[in-house]
C-alpha cells in the first residue's frame, strides 16, 4: 500500500511486514524517515529532531532553526550546505549547480509505468504493483525532477529510479543522477559487496564502515567482472540466518557506481546510479533523461533472508522472456571440447554422444562464421564458414534437430576483428578517438552502438540467421572492456553521454531480438561472468557464470553469485579433467555435484571418454532432470562458505517443504578429524525426512537445531548429493 498524509506530510509505502517512509520538511525538502521493518508512526507532525550546533551552514536564511547538513534527505545536492555526496548534480547554462529543486507534487497510481529505452522488472497488472512519484521543480531552469517508487507488495520488493525532464527554455546538464539514494540513521554497519575478476567473478567481501566515502563500481563500459552493481549495509551482528541486510542492486550492465558515505555524525548515505566520472548529458528544453531502476531490498532474516528475496523477485519479475518460467534445457557446448578446431564430422561425433547422454540442446560455441580459426578475425563477418559447415549453420541444425536435441548458436555481437570484412567496409562504426589509434583486446575492436545504422546493420544480421527458424539458442558473448570511447557519430559537446548510449544502443538491439524471437531462449555472457546483471538478465533468462569451469573455483563464484542472483540464472557446466583454467584435477563426482547447482551443462569432449565415465554422466543428467523443478526453481540457502573454511554447503528445498537436496563440499582432506555435523535451514521443523541414500529418518527440527551427521572424507575435493524426501509421519 502506498499512502500521502496531508496532515503530517508522511509518504508510506507499506506491506504487512515491510515500510518505507519518507516526511515533507518545511513544505519544500523530502527527508528519508524509515526503511526496514513495518513501523506505525503516531501522528506527530515532525519526526526528526534538531539541535543547535557550531559552524553548520543555514541553507535558507530567513530559517535558522535547521540545518540542511542535518537532515536525512531523500535525494541530495551539494553547494546548499549539505556537504555529504550529492545525489544528483545538474548544472545549467552558465555552470551554476541548480540547486532550488522544491517540492510540486506527487502522483500515486496502481501499476508501473515502463522505463522508456532501459530493461526494468515487470509488473504483472495493476494488483502487482503500485507507483508513487514525488516531483520537484527547480523555478530558475524549468527543470523537473521525479523520484519514482514502485512496490511490490507479494514480494516486499520496493524499485526506484528517477526522471528528469527540461520543460524551461535552455538546456541543462545531468553531471550525476543516482537512481537511488537512502539516508540511514547511525548504526554499526558493514558494507557487503561482490568484487572478483575475470575467471573468479563475484568474491564476497565484508568489512566494517569507516568514516568518508567508499564506493564500488565499473568504468570499463559494462558492469564489469571486477563489481558487480551490487551493494548492501549489513547490521555487524547480522548472520546468513539473523539480523538485518539493506541490499541495493542496479538493473543496468554499464558503468555504476555503488557508493556509502559516513559522515562526521556517522550518519550514512548510500547511492546506486550510474558512474558520474565518465557520465554527462545534455538535456535540452523538452526533453527528458530516465535513470536506470534500482532494486532494493530490506531483509531482517540474515544473508539467506535477502537472497530469497532477490531471488524470488527476480525468478518471476524480471524477464519478460517466455523461458521465465521454464525448466531450462541441459546442455553441452562445444568451446572446451574443440576450440575453433571443429568441422561438421566433429560436431556430428559429439552432438551424437550428447543425445546418448540425455543431453537435449547443442551449442555451437565460437568459430563457425567468416575465417575464424583463431581469437584474430572476422568477428562481425556473421556469415557461415562452409569449409567448416559445407551444409551452413542450416544443415548442421536440422541434423542435430534430427537427432532429437535443440540446436544453439554463439555470437558477439558488439565486437569487430580488425582482420574483418566489416572493419575494411565500415572503418568508422567503431569507437574511436580521433586521431589515435584505438586500443585492442582480445584483438578486437568495439562497434559504436551509440550509431542506429550498427544496431540496425546487427539487427539485420542476426536475425537474417535466427529466421532461418534452425537455431533455439543464442549465447550472446562480449569479450572485452571499452576503451577510445568517443563517437564521431556526435557532437564534441555530447561526447560525455557515450558510455550511456552505447549501453542504450545495445539495450535496443537486445529488446528487438528477442521480442522478434520469442521462441530463442538467449544466454549471456562477457568473457564468463563480465556482465552478470540485472539489466542483461531482463533481456537474457540465464548468463554464463564464469569462463572458470574449475568445480572447486565455481564453489566460490557460485555462493557469491548466489547473494543477489538465483540458481536459475548460473550456467554451470561439468569440464574436463584436469581442468583447462586451473590445470586442477578432480572426479567427475564433484563436478557434476558443483555443477548442478544451477543451470546444468557440459563442456568437454565426451567422445573420448570412457565406458565408466560415460555411463556416471548419464546417470548425472537423468538425477539432474529427476530434480531439475526442484533445483531450479526451490529454494535456496548457503549453509557454509567456500570463502571461511575448507567446505562449501548449500540446500534447495522445494515447494511446501516436502523435499530438499543437500549439496556438500569437502575441499582438503583433512587427518584426525572426529566427524562433523551441519545444520540446515528452511525445512518444516514438523515434518519427517527420509534420507533417500541411506533410508534413515529424521524430524525437520532435528536437521535444523541438531544438524546432519556428515561422512568422513578421504582425499580432496570430495562432495556429497543428498536428496531428501517427506516421509510418513
Ligand atoms: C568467452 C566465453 O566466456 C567462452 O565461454 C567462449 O564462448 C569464448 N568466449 C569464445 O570465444
Redesign the pocket.
Known amino acids: 500500500m502506498i499512502e500521502f498524509s496531508e496532515k503530517t506530510g508522511i509518504f508510506s509505502l507499506y506491506t504487512g511486514t515491510l515500510a518505507y517512509i519518507m516526511q515533507l520538511f518545511r513544505g519544500k525538502y523530502l527527508l528519508h524517515l524509515h526503511w526496514g521493518p513495518y513501523i506505525e508512526l503516531a501522528e506527530r507532525s515532525r519526526y526528526v529532531p534538531f539541535d543547535e550546533r557550531v559552524n553548520m551552514v543555514h541553507a535558507d536564511p530567513g530559517d535558522k532553526s535547521y540545518f540542511i547538513e542535518d537532515l536525512p534527505f531523500e535525494y541530495g545536492f551539494r553547494g546548499n550546505g549539505d556537504f555529504r555526496a550529492p545525489s544528483a548534480m545538474i548544472v545549467d547554462q552558465i555552470n551554476a549547480p541548480v540547486l532550488d529543486f522544491i517540492y510540486d507534487s506527487y502522483t500515486i497510481q496502481e501499476g508501473k509505468p515502463p522505463l522508456p529505452g532501459l530493461p526494468s522488472t515487470i509488473t504483472m497488472g495493476k494488483d502487482d504493483t503500485e507507483t508513487l512519484e514525488i516531483r520537484f521543480v527547480s523555478k530558475s531552469t524549468g527543470v523537473h525532477l521525479c523520484l519514482v517508487y514502485t512496490l511490490y507488495p507479494a514480494f516486499n520488493v520496493i524499485t526506484r529510479s528517477v526522471k528528469v525532464e527540461n520543460t524551461g527554455k535552455a538546456t541543462v546538464r545531468l553531471e550525476k543522477l543516482m537512481s537511488a539514494a537512502v539516508d540511514f540513521a547511525p548504526g554499526e554497519y558493514d558494507l557487503l559487496t561482490l568484487p572478483g575478476s575475470w575467471a573468479r567473478e563475484r568474491g564476497i567481501e565484508r568489512a566494517p564502515l569507516r568514516t568518508g566515502i567508499t564506493s564500488v563500481g565499473s568504468t570499463r563500459g559494462m558492469s564489469s567482472h571486477q563489481y558487480n552493481p551490487f551493494a548492501a549495509l549489513v547490521r555487524n551482528d547480522t548472520t546468513e540466518n539473523n539480523g538485518e541486510v539493506y541490499g541495493i542492486n542496479l538493473v543496468y550492465s554499464g558503468n555504476f557506481l555503488g557508493e556509502v558515505e559516513k559522515n562526521q555524525d556517522e550518519r550514512i548515505r548510500v547511492h546506486m546510479g550510474i558512474e558520474p566520472s565518465t557520465f554527462s548529458w545534455n538535456l535540452a528544453s523538452g526533453d527528458s533523461f530516465c535513470s536506470p531502476e534500482a532494486v532494493l531490498v530490506y531483509s531482517g532474516a540474515g544473508l539467506n533472508g535477502l537472497s530469497g528475496v532477490f531471488h524470488k523477485f527476480y525468478t518471476e519479475r524480471l524477464s519478460s522472456s517466455a523461458f521465465r518460467t521454464q525448466e531450462r534445457p541441459i546442455l553441452i557446448?562445444n568451446?572446451?571440447a574443440t576450440?575453433f578446431d571443429f568441422d561438421e564430422k566433429k560436431l556430428l561425433a559429439l552432438a551424437e554422444k550428447s543425445r546418448d547422454a540425455g543431453i537435449e540442446l547443442f551449442v555451437l560455441?565460437?568459430?563457425w562464421f567468416g575465417s575464424r580459426n583463431s581469437?584474430t578475425t572476422s568477428l562481425g563477418d556473421w556469415f557461415v564458414n562452409k569449409e567448416k559447415l559445407p551444409g551452413g549453420i542450416e544443415g548442421l541444425s536440422s541434423k542435430i534437430r534430427s537427432m532429437g536435441m535443440k540446436f544453439g548458436l554463439?555470437f558477439?555481437p558488439e565486437m569487430v576483428s580488425a582482420e574483418s570484412v566489416l572493419y575494411k567496409e565500415h572503418p568508422d562504426w567503431i569507437l574511436r578517438v580521433p586521431n589515435r589509434s584505438p586500443a585492442e583486446g582480445?584483438n578486437q575492436l568495439v562497434l559504436d552502438l551509440c550509431r542506429d545504422e550498427v544496431v540496425s546493420f546487427l539487427l539485420e544480421r542476426v536475425s537474417s540467421i535466427l529466421a532461418t527458424g534452425s537455431v533455439d539458442y543464442v549465447?550472446w558473448?562480449m569479450?572485452r572492456s571499452l576503451t577510445d570511447v568517443y563517437s564521431s557519430s556526435l557532437e564534441p559537446g555530447e561526447q560525455g553521454g557515450v558510455y550511456h548510449r552505447y549501453i542504450l544502443g545495445l539495450y535496443r538491439l537486445m529488446e528487438t531480438l528477442t521480442e522478434r524471437f520469442p521462441d530463442v531462449l538467449f544466454e549471456g555472457?562477457?568473457?564468463?561472468?563480465?556482465r552478470f546483471d540485472p539489466g542483461i538478465l531482463h533481456y537474457m533468462p540465464q548468463y554464463?557464470t564464469?569462463?572458470n569451469t574449475d568445480a572447486v573455483s565455481r564453489l566460490k563464484i557460485q555462493y557469491g553469485t548466489s547473494i543477489v542472483y538465483p540458481p536459475l540464472f548460473m550456467g554451470s557446466h561439468v569440464s574436463a579433467s584436469p581442468n583447462h583454467q586451473t590445470g586442477r584435477n578432480t572426479s567427475l563426482e564433484i563436478r557434476s555435484h558443483s555443477a548442478m547447482m544451477g543451470n546444468l551443462g557440459y563442456?568437454l569432449d565426451l567422445t573420448v571418454l570412457s565406458k565408466e565415465e560415460f555411463d556416471q554422466i548419464r546417470q548425472q543428467i537423468s538425477f539432474y532432470k529427476k530434480h531439475r523443478r526442484l533445483i531450479q526453481f526451490g529454494r535456496f540457502y548457503r549453509l557454509e562458505s567456500p570463502f571461511s573454511g575448507n567446505s562449501a554447503a548449500w540446500i534447495t528445498v522445494g515447494e511446501n517443504k516436502k523435499e530438499f537436496l543437500f549439496f556438500y563440499y569437502h575441499i582438503l582432506s583433512e587427518v584426525n578429524k572426529s566427524r562433523s555435523s551441519i545444520r540446515f535451514t528452511g525445512l518444516d521443523e514438523r515434518k519427517r525426512y527420509q534420507d533417500t541414500n541411506t533410508l534413515e529418518i529424521y524430524t525437520g527440527s532435528e536437521l535444523m537445531h541438531r544438524g546432519y551427521y556428515l561422512p568422513l572424507f578421504q582425499g580432496d575435493f570430495q562432495s556429497i548429493l543428498v536428496y531428501f524426501t517427506e516421509a510418513e509421519q
Open positions: 557446448n568451446w572446451e576450440y560455441d565460437d568459430g581469437d554463439w558477439e582480445r549465447k558473448d569479450n555472457c562477457a568473457a564468463g561472468g563480465g554464463w564464469s569462463d563442456e
